[in-house]
């Protein structure tokens, strides 16, 4: 059974595919893969993905010992209330919520006497992430916070050990973008900085989104949303490979990012319940199949 | 005067967003007729270049926007109607009954919006969403809709282009915000590629797909291009309870809400046609637009920026309208204003 890769976030290391790919880059955006391919083809292909996770970042000691925290990224503030979360720096603190949506603020309780004590835990700007453990479910369905990252992750990863193997047509470029929860700024600099021809985003959607977009149906190619549309071709190719056409009506999405510096882009998505929840739920067959889709488009 | 019959062409022209490869056509043939060679982007942007007449001071750029307000189908009912999503499209309340064309699988398609009955509505009043829109294109099956019109295909207004008021001083049809500037383009196009014309730098013409969705457009160019300077022919809303009649000039826009503009050249465009036509010197509605999304990332992209905006009333609709003279007076300020232009 497939692995789901969730020890990831902004600091991400290549290590996992290093000996894998032809050479690896390191920009202030992330890092990148890169895969020469036989030179049949004259693309220069940039697929991508982030790996940041939606986090919590300490702003200040409360007098009581507790510590206000905000919000980096997105996640439905009810599904995180009263759960455990972790510093980098190995604290734990429990998560308390109040308020709802954009009006939700957040603080951590340390388990701290007072503000002497919580100081010697935390100080401002550390950050706090959600447990990641995956749990199965019945079938191939896994459940845990931010698969919405981890699954396009690990997806690419399994698509460099493809890649590794059976060497693509054209040059493929597989970032690993670490600033995805910043409005998806770093697709645009990878677009621009690697001089790519076409570009494939991978991120996820949730399965209300669409009436075709379930879980096990295979990876989905967005061909709108609220501000994008999709190069044409490239989604077109993406269909033929077998991944499920469907229209957005809201949301954005990081292809509009790459698309907005002149590159023809397309999104990928994996199905996801649940989506920026700490249950977020997938089906491992989805990875599998969306990185045989961007396969047959490096071939 | 600009060619009514040219507008005639690009307005009537089926673009939506994401789907500009008509006009596209239509904007290189026009560019080949002049002479002017021009190249197309792997994303759909328009460039053409009209070198200068000696040893180039410069480049600058004039941007438009090919695209227009669509819908991309999404779903199909079983009674054979599409069901829509919107492409740049945000006021539902204008779109039950409109006359719309879906570009098919195999051909163009005529179609109409539409949603439940007023009196058969639970709530009469409220103004209805996309899921309570659809199109029908006669299809009496779902698989006869989905094979004619297949999910993901875009469709737009199907409106005609007239002149009404006298001396048909006043246009309407659809798309006209953003094919009037590409119109302002082509004119100028024409103009400054006579040898009499030539102006001392390289004049380029960007004609950018994709503005109605707001996180694309004309900044893909100016990072290719790098022009020194860039003037965005665009357009703005007249406030519905405004007249058109007021609003016959053009707005060269000095500051808006979230960015100035270059005040230098701002200024000298200003100054192009004296006090003889009138030229407003505006801020105009503060809401951040599709296009103004798109000057956001001009700006953001380091561009020295300015914009000559088209008045137009009920942008985004089918029946979009504006002054004939709005048009002239864009040609003829720039007509006048670049030969003297300083802006490195």
């Known amino acids: ?299 | 005067m600009f060619d009514l019959d040219l507008l005639r062409t690009l307005a009537t022209t089926d673009a939506p967003s994401g789907f500009e490869s008509a006009m596209r056509d239509v904007i290189t043939t026009q560019l080949n007729k002049l002479g002017i060679r021009s190249s197309v982007s792997p994303d759909g942007s328009v460039a053409a270049v009209i070198p200068a007449k000696c040893a180039s001071k410069g480049k600058l750029m004039l941007q438009a926007h090919t695209d227009e307000v669509g819908f991309m189908v999404r779903s199909h009912t079983d009674d054979g109607f599409l069901k829509i999503s919107p492409l740049g499209l945000r006021d539902t309340r204008l779109l039950t009954g409109r006359r719309v064309t879906v570009l098919g699988k195999d051909e163009n398609l005529n179609g109409f919006i539409g949603a439940i009955p007023v009196h058969l509505s639970k709530d009469g009043k409220k103004v209805p969403s996309y899921s309570d829109l659809y199109v029908d294109i006669g299809a009496d099956t779902k698989a006869e809709a989905e094979a004619a019109a297949p999910l993901g295909c875009a469709g737009c207004f199907k409106s005609d282009f007239e002149t009404f008021g006298t001396d048909g001083a006043f246009i309407k049809s659809k798309a006209l915000s953003g094919r009037a500037a590409c119109a302002v383009l082509l004119t100028l196009a024409e103009h400054f590629s006579s040898e009499e014309n030539a102006l001392p730098y390289d004049l380029y013409f960007a004609f950018s797909p994709r503005g109605k969705l707001s996180l694309s457009g004309g900044a893909a160019l100016y990072t290719r291009l790098r022009p020194d300077c860039v003037i965005s022919v665009t357009s703005f809303e007249i406030p519905s309870d405004e007249s058109i009649f007021s609003h016959r000039g053009v707005s060269v826009p000095l500051f808006e809400e979230k960015y100035t503009f270059d005040l230098s050249v701002a200024g000298q465009l200003k100054d192009a046609l004296g006090s003889s036509v009138k030229i407003e010197v505006t801020a105009p509605t503060p809401s951040a637009d599709e296009c103004e999304f798109d000057i956001i990332r001009l700006k953001s992209a380091g561009a020295k920026l300015c914009a000559v905006k088209l008045p137009v009333k009920n942008r985004n609709t089918a029946c979009e309208v504006m002054c004939r003279d709005s048009v002239d007076t864009a040609c003829d300020l720039l007509k006048n204003a670049l030969p003297q232009l300083s802006f490195m």
């Open chain 1, 1 to 299: 059974m497939l692995n789901v890769i969730t020890n990831i976030n902004s600091n991400f290391d290549l290590s996992i595919v290093s000996s894998l790919a032809d050479k690896i880059l390191n920009f202030p955006f992330g890092s990148v893969a890169v895969f020469n391919g036989s030179g049949e083809s004259d693309r220069n292909l940039l697929i991508a993905t982030h790996t940041d996770k939606p986090h919590f970042v300490c702003t200040s000691v409360n007098g009581n010992g507790t510590a206000k925290a905000s919000l980096i990224g997105e996640m439905d503030s009810r599904s995180c209330a009263n759960t455990l979360v972790y510093s980098d720096t190995g604290v734990s603190a429990v998560l308390y919520v109040t308020g709802d949506g954009e009006s939700a603020s957040y603080e951590l309780d340390l388990g701290a006497k007072d503000k002497e004590e919580a100081e010697k835990l935390v100080k401002t700007g550390d950050v706090f992430r959600c447990e990641t453990a995956v749990k199965h479910l019945c079938a191939d369905k896994v459940t845990a916070p931010h698969l919405s990252v981890s699954a396009p992750v690990t997806a690419l990863v399994k698509l460099c050990k493809i890649l590794h193997e059976a060497p693509p047509s054209c040059k493929v470029y597989v970032a690993f973008i670490t600033e995805g929860q910043h409005a998806l700024s770093g697709y645009a600099p990878a677009a621009s900085a690697l001089d790519a021809s076409q570009a494939i985003c991978v991120g996820a959607v949730d399965v209300t989104s669409a009436p075709d977009v379930k879980l096990g149906s295979g990876a989905v190619v967005r061909l709108s949303d609220r501000r994008f549309g999709s190069d044409k071709p490239t989604s077109d190719s993406l269909v033929d490979a077998g991944a499920v056409p469907a229209v957005l009506t809201k949301g954005t999405c990081a292809a509009a990012n790459t698309q907005s510096v002149g590159v023809p882009s397309a999104q990928l998505d994996i199905p996801v319940k649940n989506i920026n929840t700490h249950t977020e739920i997938i089906d491992l067959n989805d990875i599998c199949k969306a990185a045989d889709i961007l396969y047959s488009i490096c071939k």
